[in-house]
């Protein structure tokens, strides 16, 4: 609860108080001392980034940009459309037109994160990306210049240097500064998710991620070395962090019981309800048959299958967005992709002909609901 009143208080601050409010709250949050005129980040500071990146570096980062980016083309979603006597119906999708992306710089900056919103918001065919995040360096009151040089690879114009739940009320609302956003995405701390869920409404978000989380499904097939890296990995993220294992071996259990939590199954029925039932960000599968154990997964953010899908390889590289729904929320949402940025318009086109096939339908409906302009407007047509 003092999270919320927290949160709840700075939202009201950045709404009334506009760009004065983020400098008061991104010197007593992060120890950054801004003005107006610094709150932007300048071209002189993304030329300045771009000249400190190893030309390997950037050469890596334009190859995962082109992956990532191949993939969520792959999986976007098109206009569709159907005939059925004299009536047309379907579906058009288009691009939200203006998104904000926030990238966290608490821990580490998470380069990988915008490399993950910013390619399916791009494939979607946003034209406008606006990118917040705290300096990753407070004495020196910049972004990280791998930050700034990936965002500079999407041709991201405006970048502001403000974090935490500031500058999600910021994209929510606008400030004179920072424009007003259609949808927020990106992941967060604690007070980031919790603004994002008090503003929705006022503004779409993706999804509210929270702390990482890690199940592995293994029997004895799995290398335990394999194992228990990848549960180190994820509970690397910080010590809010779930690491689990559920296997139906106790040589395996006994290996790598020191990292995170283990659980022992009868068998791989009772792993998969159990997997089912916790509804994971990540899901390792290393058993004998995994092709098998994935029609029975429920519930999951993601799912990496044997022992060569580590999580890490999605994290970075292999194409889906790492941003995905923790706490069980996988239950009922799904992480981001180019449907992330896009929005469903149902359509409908009718010939007379059609019209008259069902409007008789339509008019006794009106009539049940007592709904008299309804009707008429249906019974007008009929002649």
């Known amino acids: 609860m003092k999270k919320i009143k927290i949160v709840e208080e700075i939202i009201k601050k950045v709404k009334q108080g506009g760009d004065k409010a983020l400098i008061e709250l991104t010197k ?6 801004l003005n107006k005129k610094t709150i932007a980040v300048s071209k002189r500071e993304i030329t300045e980034a771009v000249k400190k990146i190893p030309p390997s570096d950037k050469a890596l980062l334009l190859r995962l940009k082109k992956r990532i980016t191949l993939y969520h083309k792959k999986i976007k979603p098109r206009t569709l459309k159907f005939k059925e006597n004299g009536i047309t119906l379907g579906e058009l999708w288009q691009p939200i037109e203006r998104v904000g992306l926030y990238i966290p710089a ?9 490399l993950m919103t910013a390619c399916p918001a791009r494939a979607a065919g946003v034209k406008e990306i606006i990118l917040t995040s705290p300096p990753s360096r407070p004495s020196e009151e910049q972004i990280d210049p791998y930050i700034l040089y990936t965002a500079n690879l999407f041709g991201i114009k405006k970048i ?4 935490g739940a500031q500058a999600i009320a910021a994209l929510a609302f606008g400030t004179a500064t920072i424009p007003k956003v259609q949808k927020i995405a990106g992941p967060g701390n604690i007070y980031v998710t919790l603004a994002k869920k008090l503003l929705y409404g006022e503004v779409g978000i993706d999804l509210l991620a929270g702390p990482s989380e890690i199940v592995i499904l293994a029997d004895g097939t799995a290398p335990p070395q394999f194992v228990a890296l990848d549960l180190f990995s994820q509970a690397e993220h ?40 916790i509804a994971p960000e990540h899901l390792e599968i290393m058993v004998k048959n995994p092709q098998k154990i994935v029609p029975l997964i429920k519930n999951a953010g993601a799912i990496f299958i044997g022992p060569y899908s580590p999580v890490p390889l999605g994290d970075y590289i292999a194409g889906p967005s790492h941003v995905l729904p923790t706490a069980g929320a996988s239950r009922f949402s799904q992480g981001i992709t180019t ?12 010939q007379k002909k059609g019209f008259l096939r069902l409007s008789d339908d339509a008019i006794r409906m009106a009539e049940i609901e007592g709904l008299e302009a309804h009707k008429k407007a249906l019974d007008i047509r009929r002649d």
Not at 28 to 33: E, L, P
């Open 339 to 350: 449907r992330t940025f896009m929005k469903r318009i149902s359509f409908i086109s009718s």
């Open 106 to 114: 608490g821990f580490r900056p998470l380069v990988s994160s915008l």
């Open 238 to 277: 910080g010590a809010d962090s779930a690491a689990i294992l559920i296997s139906t071996s106790r040589k395996l259990i006994k290996e790598v019981k020191k990292i995170g939590k283990v659980i022992f199954a009868s068998s791989l029925k009772e792993g998969i309800r159990l997997v089912n039932e």
């Open 160 to 163: 502001y240097k403000v974090g």
């Open 28 to 33: 007593k949050y992060d120890g950054v001392t």
